[in-house]
């Protein structure tokens, strides 16, 4: 009898410590940890909702194709509070749930902007991206343009009065919130410099380069940024033309640290990460099982809604890490930019390769990722590059590719028979990635 009752008391006391193992595995697993300092610097770039907010210059940009009797930042307004709503109320609601929301609002008060024929005759004379504009083509087409110019006018005071803000920052929208008409703001871009280039006033190009390259500061939007890219090289290539056949002295600045620097896009990109977060449970049932033998009883929705699987710190905070070293490598100085941009290219963004139970689907989160940073991260540099060769033909002074070799950045000057070059410091062979290049007059 006694030998049964300690064998009992050993499975009890057994039972009692794998409970409390459990117990304690299952509060581990739940247990998030507190964001990082890097996680919190990168929030702090961009100002989040604030449902208050009635006046701001980024409303401009969101109502920029608002009808020529609405006023576009009443527009913006009303997109950035509907997104945001939206969002609050639907947070599970993919893109293009929130699109038919924007749907609705475009009909009511948006233009379309540039009309189709204008968009093909804009398309093709910025075809050719070593010309910018194609002024042979463009003088062929002058008086379309004059029209078109003037019939869009109030579009081309919009993006000027947008260029043109002073303190400008992006305001965070959510992941779900449909994307800004860039097609639309690079057409108008088009027109602008086309009409520019008609009336050959380089000096008003210039400026308007100058305000650019202010704004390619301070986006926190990846896009943008890109937009803002090209539409600083198609101006410059622009402005190289028209100087040469003007043959006076103009010099642009190269682009500064801060311009360089990816750290306030990498801010927005994990601010909008955040507001992805609520559909990771959307994202399990239609990519990791079949809905129709999903369990769905009370305890699995319950079990799938902890934090059980998803810890939105842990998230974060391994996310913010990934783009630290793209953010270390937008500053370098060119030297150390061109020796590790060749490095880290083929490097995944710290992708998990072992099973981890706590925080699993987090994990699979932050695995979501490519290596396209350093390509984007290359693209800045190129058009630093192009800002360089331009202000030695643009300078009134004599040069030679051995002088200009003696720079102690790293900057590697080449001259072919009719154009001045500086190679890419990428090696990676891809169509966008070429040596930055302007032709000798």
Excluded at 312 to 338: G, R
Aim: some cysteine; glycine content about 4%.
């Amino acid at each position: 009898m006694g030998y049964v009752l300690k064998k009992i008391k050993i499975v009890l006391c057994g039972s009692i410590v794998i409970f409390l193992l459990a117990i304690t595995l299952v509060i581990w697993l739940q247990r998030d940890e507190p964001l990082s300092d890097i996680s919190n610097e990168l929030f702090s770039l961009q100002l989040g909702y604030n449902a208050d907010l009635k006046e701001h210059p980024y409303f401009l940009i969101l109502g920029m194709d608002a009808k020529q009797n609405v006023d576009p930042m009443l527009l913006g307004r009303v997109r950035y509070h509907q997104y945001w709503a939206y969002y609050f109320t639907s947070p599970l609601s993919g893109y293009e749930d929130n699109n038919s929301l924007e749907s609705k609002i475009a009909n009511r008060f948006a233009d379309g902007g540039v009309d189709e024929v204008t968009k093909k005759l804009l398309g093709d004379l910025s075809e050719n991206r070593d010309k910018g504009i194609d002024l042979e083509l463009l003088k062929i087409n002058e008086q379309k343009i004059m029209k078109a110019f003037d019939d869009n006018k109030y579009l081309i005071q919009r993006h000027l009065k947008i260029i043109q803000q002073k303190n400008y920052t992006d305001l965070a929208l959510p992941a779900n919130s449909p994307l800004l008409n860039y097609p639309n703001m690079l057409n108008i871009h088009y027109l602008y410099i086309s009409k520019l280039a008609i009336e050959r006033d380089s000096l008003t190009l210039k400026s308007y380069i100058d305000h650019l390259m202010l704004k390619y500061v301070h986006t926190t939007s990846l896009i943008y940024k890109m937009v803002l890219n090209r539409m600083i090289d198609s101006s410059l290539t622009l402005l190289h033309f028209l100087l040469n056949e003007q043959d006076a002295p103009i010099g642009i600045l190269p682009m500064t640290d801060q311009q360089l620097s990816y750290k306030n896009v990498f801010g927005g990109e994990l601010n909008s990460l955040k507001t992805s977060f609520p559909i990771y449970e959307d994202y399990i049932r239609n990519d990791f099982t079949d809905n129709e033998v999903l369990d769905n009883s009370s305890p699995m929705q319950t079990i799938r809604k902890s934090n059980l699987f998803f810890l939105p710190n842990m998230t974060i905070n391994q996310i913010a890490s990934q783009y630290l070293p793209y953010i270390k490598l937008s500053e370098s100085p060119y030297m150390k930019f061109k020796q590790r941009v060749n490095l880290i290219k083929d490097q995944k963004q710290a992708q998990q390769t072992v099973f981890k139970l706590k925080n699993f689907i987090g994990n699979i989160l932050a695995n979501i990722g490519s290596t396209a940073f350093a390509d984007y991260l290359v693209r800045s540099r190129l058009l630093d590059n192009k800002i360089r060769v331009f202000n030695v033909l643009h300078s009134g002074n004599d040069w030679s590719i051995e002088q200009l070799n003696l720079n102690k950045e790293g900057y590697e000057f080449y001259k072919t028979q009719d154009k001045l070059c500086i190679q890419s410091p990428y090696l990676k062979k891809v169509d966008w990635n070429q040596d930055s290049c302007l032709s000798i007059k």
